[in-house]
């Protein structure tokens, strides 16, 4: 009686506090929901405001003539003339490579001279890539400063000047101004800076605070500090106290969008409850609790009784387990065979018990020229002969450990160890070097790639190859002259010097495939997370592009985050788009992790494929390259397919 009571009293106590606790979750999910959207809606309206600017200012650049760099009068009356595009742009700067400047002002004012300006136009001659930049903030001046720059490029595309764009956009036109009502003060809309401070206010009477980080963000400094960076553009919302925050981040000019509600109003439904509703709920949670009892007790009866059974049935016969020894015997065992003869439906539903599979991966294991070990969870398996021979062990030995014990006494191991964990964790892939001294005192090194099996509940394979020899070879002249050192890829005159000879050996028209990749968000992770952590991101994209070259192709790094994938007897334009495709989802579930910072990376991939037989390796880089750059102007992330344009005739 006493643990009825007791039952029935926790059965209670859950019931309410179930029911204290749903009461609020629905609606706080719901006012989730809807401010994240109008958030996300915000910044692609703001995103969107940027890439036209971007668009006017790449359109007047196209129609600035390499020779006109030379004649600054030219090129300040060709912008004086241009009147129906300067009228968006505030001041318009053309530099050239050798430091000239030649500036222009619509409203006749003499142009500022500003620091912001000159350092976004000097990083985009450097690198010849778009910039979006912003103007200090000032105390006296109500309009806040965009910068635009876009490069100025030769025929041979050779980068010889920068044209720059400024727009004083008004705060107040940037965010969702709203009234004094009590719903409107309840959410605010603020634009915040890479360092807090404040750009914009939907409401008018904060308009003071611009300049200066807004006082709910100085009150919860740790709590913000963990939300999403400005380098990442999805939407991170945290409930602190009675507010909800929001934040997406805007990666190009690094503001981010921040959206407050007070939710203190909407979250009191328990507390409006009266009397006679509190008696109800109570009565309910007791009968709730009564039913759970009395099904509890029937569980526990049907529970019982399986129990009994199953322990009268192994008495009988032990379950049969897969020890060393087996697994041992299984790699050199006949493989499994199917029964035979059998129909064709038989076929169709013939399934592979766990005992056969497990036999066919131990002797694929003995096959391969490289080491393998098979792990489940975190103890190995099985250790291929070649694996106990670079290890130094006898296979059977190997069987049973874990790898802490398999790593223990080998230097750096324990920091190997939370490096392959990391990159499993961002990448979902892992390739590095380990130092292994074997028990024998030899010294080597081995070359540790992961291969996750499908399905999961397999294990994982690691496989290991003499890094000494690979050393060897790249260690050669001919080899470092013809590849990259970070990634190990050939280079680009390796790959120009390629597709030149494959262009030129195909009499008949042959069907090959380019996938110009590009990283998006690359520099603003460089410049965030740190070089090395960068060097990493271009390991990792260069390791996907190798795995899916096959055996004819080629993956080349071109230069900076660009690679190229070519692949050769391609049959199918739709197989080339859904491996570009395939591409850009790899890398948007990336997640790498430097110290605290979670960052969130994508690739933009232009492709296209065509017959190499007529064409010039050039065309088909520059036609791959310009779907890349669409793919980037379109929101980035995604794959756009080239064409192939007409190459003039020789004369």
């Avoid at 405001?49 to 004649?71: A, F, K, N, P």
């Avoid at 965030?528 to 991101?537: F, I, L």
Wanted: hydrophobic share 45%; with cysteine; aromatic share 6%.
């Amino acid at each position: 009686m006493l643990r009825f009571g007791v039952a029935l009293a926790l059965a209670c106590m859950l019931c309410l506090g179930g029911l204290t606790h749903f009461s609020d979750v629905d609606t706080l999910r719901d006012e989730r929901r809807q401010q994240e959207m109008a958030a996300r809606f915000v910044a692609r309206s703001l995103d969107t405001r940027i890439e036209t600017y971007q668009r006017v200012l790449q359109s007047m650049g196209q129609g600035v003539h390499s020779s006109m760099l030379d004649s600054p009068y030219v090129l300040e009356l060709l912008l004086r003339e241009d009147a129906g595009y300067t009228g968006i742009f505030d001041t318009l700067v053309m530099a050239g490579y050798d430091g000239s400047l030649v500036s222009y002002v619509p409203s006749g004012e003499a142009p500022a001279d500003s620091s912001a300006l000159r350092d976004v136009l000097r990083r985009t001659l450097n690198d010849g890539k778009p910039r979006v930049g912003q103007q200090p903030w000032e105390e006296t001046s109500p309009l806040l400063g965009l910068l635009l720059t876009v490069p100025l490029r030769q025929a041979d595309g050779a980068v010889r000047g920068a044209l720059a764009g400024v727009v004083r956009i008004p705060p107040q036109s940037l965010l969702p101004q709203q009234d004094d009502t009590e719903d409107a003060q309840d959410q605010q809309f603020m634009l915040l800076d890479a360092e807090g401070l404040l750009l914009a206010h939907s409401q008018t009477q904060n308009q003071q605070a611009l300049g200066h980080v807004p006082q709910v963000l100085q009150s919860h400094g740790s709590a913000w500090d963990r939300l999403s960076s400005t380098t990442t553009s999805n939407a991170d919302t945290q409930l602190w106290g009675t507010l909800l925050l929001t934040r997406v981040g805007l990666p190009l000019p690094r503001w981010q969008v921040v959206v407050v509600r007070d939710v203190s109003a909407p979250l009191r439904g328990m507390q409006r409850l009266e009397p006679w509703q509190w008696l109800g709920l109570i009565s309910l949670a007791v009968v709730m609790a009564l039913a759970l009892l009395g099904m509890l007790e029937w569980l526990q009866r049907r529970l019982s009784r399986l129990q009994a059974r199953n322990a009268l049935a192994l008495e009988g016969a032990a379950l049969p387990q897969l020890s060393s020894e087996g697994v041992q015997e299984a790699a050199t065992a006949s493989p499994p065979q199917m029964p035979w003869p059998m129909s064709e439906a038989s076929q169709a539903d013939y399934q592979p018990t766990v005992g056969e599979l497990e036999s066919a991966l131990v002797q694929m294991m003995e096959a391969m020229p490289m080491g393998v070990i098979w792990a489940r969870g975190n103890v190995l398996h099985h250790a291929s002969r070649r694996a106990g021979w670079l290890l130094g062990m006898e296979p059977g030995a190997l069987v049973g450990l874990s790898l802490e014990q398999l790593l223990q006494g080998q230097s750096g191991a324990r920091a190997w160890i939370v490096q392959a964990m990391e990159s499993l964790i961002g990448f979902g892939q892992f390739r590095s070097e380990l130092g292994w001294q074997q028990p024998g005192g030899r010294a080597m090194g081995l070359q540790v790639q992961v291969v996750v099996l499908q399905p999961a509940e397999l294990g994982i394979l690691w496989l290991l190859e003499d890094a000494e020899s690979l050393h060897q070879i790249r260690g050669q002249a001919n080899w470092l002259d013809a590849h990259d050192r970070l990634t190990g890829l050939p280079n680009r005159q390796t790959l120009v010097h390629q597709l030149q000879a494959w262009c030129a050996t195909a009499a008949a028209p042959t069907p090959m495939a380019l996938l110009w990749v590009d990283v998006d968000y690359f520099t603003a992770f460089n410049a965030t997370a740190g070089r090395a952590a960068g060097d990493e991101v271009l390991r990792q994209v260069a390791w996907l592009l190798h795995r899916e070259r096959g055996l004819e192709g080629m993956a080349a790094r071109m230069e900076g985050d660009a690679f190229v994938l070519c692949l050769r007897q391609t049959q199918e334009e739709g197989s080339v788009q859904a491996l570009a495709w395939r591409l850009c989802d790899v890398a948007q579930a990336w997640s790498p992790r430097v110290g605290p910072q979670c960052y969130a990376l994508g690739l933009s991939v232009g492709w296209l494929r065509t017959e190499v037989a007529g064409v010039s390796a050039p065309a088909l880089l520059r036609a791959a390259e310009a779907a890349c750059r669409e793919a980037k102007q379109q929101g980035q992330g995604r794959a756009v397919q080239g064409r192939m344009q007409a190459e003039p005739r020789p004369q």
